[in-house]
């Protein structure tokens, strides 16, 4: 385990994940979210710029990457030796959404950049209702093409803790 993708819904703990996997592990943590939404970058709409970003963080030896981002999965997960894939429910990822939007006026995270304000209005929580019916097939596509990569799916909080402390 030398290159990391950690993918799934938000809400999930994936974020929460690799920090814990960075520490064991040493490796650098890339958090897609945190340079996506810089201000003083326009991965929004310059598409090219944000695929250079990527690919210039998939060509370090060792990393692990917290984030979807459809784009640049499939490429990402060509570069990566382990997955992460935290198939979780729906109702799990809505939770961890209003969990962190509920504390997020006595947190600053780590995993977002200055003067990030933490949301989670109607839309985006649509937008995790419906993330596994939207993108399940696509990711379950790119998961069979990379099956001889060591892939570890998660289903719930429990077997989280449990492959951290083993590890």
Known sequence: MKRVMIIDSPGTGKSTFAKKLAV?????????DFYYHDKTKNYL???EAWKAQVDEFTARPTWIIDGNYGRTMAERMQRADTIFYFNMPRRTALWGVIKRRANAHRTVRTDMPQGWKERA???????????????AAATQQMLVANSGKQIVVFKNHRQIAHYLKVL
């Open 24 to 32: 064991k592990t040493g490796f650098p943590l890339i958090h897609l």
């Open 121 to 135: 209005g109607w839309k985006f929580l649509k937008y995790v209702w419906t993330f596994r019916g939207n993108y």
């Open 45 to 47: 709409t310059d598409k």
